[in-house]
């Protein structure tokens, strides 16, 4: 199938060699008379040694699609726990800061390397003061909780008493950063419905083109490989009627690996076949990916 003007020349598939396979659905994608002017393409790329990393490759598959309820959302996550007895330990260090050089610099607005973060954190906890009176009033406040909190759990005669006095102890509850949440993954279903044989079988490249890349490969021709290759990368984009400058403007995904496909040849209930070839009449198509690095702020605004 011949890939159609306005996307030969505003889509990401562009950049592909002469290598490139291209697939579309339906026939009409990118007209704005049809009302199928917004689509995605899926871009797949052969992975390089490292997995984790973006591939260099060309593209080895350009896969244009309609874009399907349910696809123009994410998620943004971050992970936070609890520290208990943290707060003494916290408010001593906040205590320091304020004659710490790393924290002074920081209030100028100039910026410390990652380096000079480390060496000055360590340096602080040395300089602590023990005649400061505030030092030590976190430091005793710190032991005290480590005491009630052994006479807690260690002694039963310790919790009877806490009882009786209608006493409990005061965790000092901290809430820290752990890092950023898992990496993200994006799910698209699509419900194809073939008008006649040759989009049934133009679905069907689609699904088995698809399906190709997210298998590994055996690492040589051979028929007993001990290794496989890395399936491949997909990069995904979003195009709002039908125009690159209109890409992504909701979010971008990053590149991402394909971790599951699933696919239902009978998308009605009932198996219907077109007469003459046996070709489906309706597949639904489920694809999930799962992005390969993990989001930072300086990510957000970026759509490479």
């Known amino acids: ?36 002017h917004h689509y995605m393409i899926f871009d797949s790329f052969r992975s390089g040694f490292f997995q984790g990393h973006e591939s260099n490759h060309q593209p080895n598959l350009t896969v244009a699609l309609y874009i399907p309820p349910g696809a123009l959302k994410t998620q943004y996550t971050s992970k936070y726990e609890t520290l208990e007895g943290g707060e003494g330990v916290i408010s001593g260090l906040q205590k320091q800061q304020k004659t710490n050089n790393l924290f002074n610099r920081a209030a100028g607005g100039q910026q410390a390397d990652e380096g000079d973060v480390v060496s000055q954190i360590f340096a602080a906890s040395k300089k602590i003061d023990l005649q400061d009176k505030d030092n030590r009033a976190s430091i005793q406040q710190g032991g005290a909780f480590m005491m009630a909190k052994m006479l807690e759990e260690k ?35 699509f419900d194809f419905i073939a008008r006649n044989e040759p989009e049934s079988v133009q679905i069907n490249k689609i699904v088995n ?42 979010f971008f995904i990053k590149r991402s690996v394909l971790t599951s496909l699933s696919v ?38 970026n759509s490479k």
């Open 264 to 301: 239902d040849y009978a998308g009605q209930g009932i198996p219907v076949f077109f007469k003459d070839v046996g070709q489906p009449f309706n597949i639904k198509l489920d694809l999930n990916f799962q992005e390969l690095t993990l989001l930072t702020r300086e990510d957000i605004g």
């Open 155 to 189: 002694s039963s005669f310790g919790r009877q008493g806490m009882v009786g006095a209608g006493v409990a102890t005061n965790p000092y509850m901290t809430v820290f950063f752990k890092g950023p949440g898992d990496y993200r993954s994006h799910s698209f279903s």
């Open 1 to 36: 199938m011949a890939r159609p003007e306005h996307i030969n020349m505003q889509g990401s598939n562009r950049e592909a060699g002469k290598g490139n396979l291209y697939l579309q659905y339906p026939d009409t994608l990118g007209s704005m008379e049809m009302g199928d």
């Open 209 to 250: 083109a698809l399906t190709r890349r997210m298998l590994p490969s055996k690492f040589n021709s051979s028929g007993h490989s001990y290794f496989l290759k890395y399936p491949d990368q997909f990069r995904i984009n979003f195009y709002i009627n039908g125009e690159s400058r209109h890409r992504n403007k909701m």
